[in-house]
């Protein structure tokens, strides 16, 4: 079918974001907006103040005795199993029984009738305990013998040991990446309704309404089929409301279910950020081989995160950080190993990048290590290491890289940024500037799209067309304001050639579209923009058969064109045509489904093809650091990101300026801190510092590489934009040391921690100007 342009908002065209003005008018309706029934409940949860401890009962009277509490619910009130674990491993309780693995865990909840009386109630308890030591970062973790929280993974290819013991040069060193707060706008917040015999009906903001619901089920100890989530649209999920949703869910239904009210759980910010997981902090070692010219001859590495208590989806970010550990380069021997250790911090969770990001910024540590050696412009030898070329597109997990176009973003980004020249302005700035510095990097990004679990890589949507011709769009995926649900109602517009306000986005529920994998892995679109359009061409099949017949044309004489439907020689209006099919009584709605072709996985081995394309991108990025007090702005940043046949510029740009900041921040000013008792200090707000509007950069040239295409079938050829970019504010972090080498003439690489806070600037630029 060929795109007509007289239809409104159609693949590949600039939209809004369906919900846009709803947004910045406050009329979107998030979880907490919901008018409550009569007599709803508020939960509460308290929470242990010790890091480590041998839980031996907690006293609740006075939480009991409080005004307005109705009741506490602990471990014994879970009626089904008392586990919320994503992976099966059953190592992450709804409430503990015997054990205290963090501070901040959550003990107990109060349920009370208003969520202030809840919430003052909840400090009341009186926790009997005895402490345990604890182990709170990885390295902490491993010198304590801690085990694995989940099985580590080996990457390897080649053999390191001979590249080691021949190559001319050699270096070793070990870098500490923190984590992140997702600071989602919206917070955590799940809603339950009791209904007849074992049923519930939660309300929340979950990326994933399936596990929600299985988990809730599991914790009734009732079948999935009496259990339904809801989802219309998250203030942001960020991969923090991957799993993490679960806990509120299952308190919720419990509560619910115990005391046949409608209950509502919100915690405040402080207590969000410290009872749910963040993003994996990891100590990372590497030893690099490479020669003269600053060719890489053979990698090590070895990633250490902190997983905090329980598995949750540790295993697939480690997994994911070594996947990543290549970035653009091509590594001739390696070997990558993960080490997800168990800590007594809060559970670490998916978050942008999924541990990508992790490993990316170790490459480019690398990268970076290689080119102060050398005396070399990293870029160049970035450029000396690019996969491409004979025998060098094989990746550490032996997937070969088959639509590699780094080369060509690259240069035309070099080009367009005028890095060449704006770097040797910037040196000989630096010669003359006794304060400021300046510093400037040019990085690359290549990410892997797909679910590494290949069974995650299916979708479902469920399609009506309502007699006057009105369109109903439903499908498994979530809306966190990424635009999925425009994207979709998009490409279901083109299929149908109406417009696009024809189409009603639903909310996301489990029972119309079930087994959904959560919105992530960037794959939203991918699978779900295919599933929609599955079941419009099973529609669509109907109707042209139905034409056919009625009309007596040939099949390809039935055409869908700008709201209209031509049969042979009679132009006949979409809704009259619908009207049609529905008295001649033919079935208008479709279930469509998609599964990911080519992808398969052995984590055993180590080996596959775990992804089915690469997304690509590169930044260049501009700062000035003040070297009396470690200060620093990012003067410019130009991006150049592929996104295939961008189904929605705008949209897709939206999201790469977003990603961009949102790494950014997490290199530089967004630091968690734990004291040593365990407790996490930057908690609020007030203490974590994100990204302001002023801290964007001064100039910011934000491109898609319109050129490209998904050289696979994906969705009109277009590619995963959610995550990608988000690694693109490694730059930052780049130019950053860039500027802080130039204290030591570019001799000495600055190794630079993340995130580098002012704080730590300072501490580098003093380090290099003691010369060491
Ligand atoms: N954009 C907004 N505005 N809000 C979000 O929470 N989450 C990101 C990304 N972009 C997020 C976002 C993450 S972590 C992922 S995996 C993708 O969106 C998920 O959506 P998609 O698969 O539809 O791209
Ligand atoms: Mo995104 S971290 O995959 O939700």
Redesign the pocket.
């Known amino acids: 079918m060929k795109d007509n342009v007289s239809v409104q908002g159609t693949a590949h065209s600039d939209r809004i974001h369906d919900s846009a003005i709803k947004h910045v008018t406050g009329r979107a309706d998030y979880t907490d907006d919901i008018a409550l029934p009569a007599g709803a409940l508020h939960a509460y949860l308290g929470v242990s103040d010790v890091a480590h401890a041998t839980l031996k009962g907690i006293d609740l009277a006075a939480v009991r005795a409080a005004p307005g509490v109705v009741g506490v619910l602990t471990a014994e009130d879970v009626p089904g199993v008392n586990d919320i674990s994503p992976t099966g491993l059953n190592d992450e309780p709804v409430f503990p029984t015997d054990n205290i693995q963090f501070h901040g865990q959550p003990l107990f909840a109060v349920i009370a009738e208003t969520r202030d009386a809840a919430r003052r109630a909840a400090e009341l308890a009186k926790v009997d305990c005895d402490v345990l030591p604890h182990a709170l970062d990885p390295i902490a973790a491993q010198d304590a013998g801690c085990p694995y929280v989940t099985k580590p993974l080996k990457l390897e290819r080649g053999d390191i040991a001979p590249a080691f013991k021949t190559a001319p040069h050699r270096i070793k060193g070990r870098m500490n990446v923190g984590g992140q707060d997702h600071m989602?706008l919206e917070g955590h917040i799940a809603f339950a309704i009791p209904g007849e015999d074992d049923e519930v009906v939660v309300q929340c903001s979950t990326q994933h309404p399936s596990e929600a619901q299985h988990m809730v089920a599991h914790v009734l100890g009732v079948p999935s089929n009496a259990v339904v989530v809801n989802v219309r649209r998250?203030g942001?999920?960020?991969?923090g409301k991957e799993s993490q949703m679960n806990l509120f869910c299952a308190v919720a239904a419990i509560a619910a279910k115990k005391w046949n009210r409608a209950v509502k759980i919100r915690p405040d910010r402080d207590q969000d950020m410290t009872a749910t997981g963040k993003r994996h902090d990891f100590v990372i070692d590497y030893d690099v081989a490479f020669d003269d010219a600053g060719r890489i001859e053979a990698v090590d590495g070895s990633f250490a995160a902190r997983c905090g208590f329980s598995a949750d989806l540790s295993g697939p970010v480690t997994d994911r950080a070594l996947f990543h550990a290549d970035n653009a380069y091509f590594y001739p021997n390696v070997r990558l190993t993960s080490h997800p250790m168990k800590t007594n911090t809060v559970s670490n969770t998916a978050f942008?990048g999924f541990g990508g990001p992790q490993g990316v910024i170790a490459a480019e540590r690398i990268i970076e290590e290689i080119a102060y050696a050398t005396g070399q412009d990293p870029l160049d030898v970035r450029k000396a290491n690019f996969y491409g070329g004979e025998g060098r597109d094989l990746t550490p997990y032996h997937q070969t890289v088959e639509d590699n176009i780094l080369d060509r973003l690259v240069s035309e980004l070099e080009d367009s940024a005028d890095y060449r020249k704006r770097r040797q302005d910037i040196i000989a700035f630096n010669a003359n500037s006794p304060v400021l510095k300046k510093g400037i990097a040019l990085t690359p990004v290549k990410f892997g799209i797909s679910f590494t679990a290949t069974w995650y890589n299916q979708a479902g949507a469920l399609v009506h067309v309502y007699n006057d011709g009105s369109i109903h769009l439903n499908h498994g995926?979530t809306e966190?304001?990424?635009g999925?649900n425009t994207k979709v109602a998009q490409i279901v517009a083109e299929a149908f050639q109406v417009d696009i306000d024809r189409i009603k986005i639903t909310k996301t529920t489990t029972e119309k579209v079930p087994n959904t994998s959560a919105?992530?892995?960037?794959?939203?679109?991918d699978l779900n923009g295919m599933a929609a359009l599955d079941a419009v061409k099973q529609i669509q099949a109907r109707l042209v058969d139905f034409a056919v017949k009625k009309w007596e044309v040939a099949p390809e004489e039935v055409l869908f064109r700008a709201n209209e439907v031509h049969v042979g020689a009679e132009t006949i209006p979409f809704d009259t045509f619908i009207k049609q099919a529905y008295l001649a009584r033919i079935q208008l709605s479709a279930a469509g489904f998609y599964k990911t072709p080519k992808i398969h996985w052995d984590r055993d081995k180590g080996q596959g093809r775990p992804f089915y394309y690469y997304s690509y991108g590169a930044a260049c990025s501009e700062v000035t650091i003040d070297t009396l007090t470690g200060e620093y702005r990012v003067e410019r940043t130009d991006l150049l990101h592929d996104v295939g046949r961008s189904l929605n510029p705008a949209l897709d740009k939206g999201?790469v300026e977003?990603a961009f900041v949102q790494g950014m921040g997490w290199l530089t000013t967004e630091e968690l801190w734990w004291d040593d008792a365990g407790r996490l200090r930057t908690h609020a707000p007030s203490t974590y510092k994100i990204p302001l509007a002023s801290d964007r950069p001064r100039v910011f040239n934000v491109n898609l590489a319109d050129w490209s295409e998904n050289r696979e079938l994906t969705i009109k050829r277009s590619k995963?934009?959610?995550?990608p970019p988000f690694m693109l504010g490694i730059s930052v972090f780049e130019a950053l040391s860039m500027a802080v080498a130039s204290l030591a003439d570019y001799k000495t690489c600055p190794r630079l921690d993340a995130p580098a806070t002012p704080e730590r600037v300072l501490m580098a630029v003093n380090r290099l100007r003691d010369g060491g």
């Open positions: 989602y998250m942001g999920g960020f991969g942008r995926g966190m304001g990424q999925l919105t992530a892995a960037s794959s939203g679109t999201q977003g995963a934009v959610g995550e």
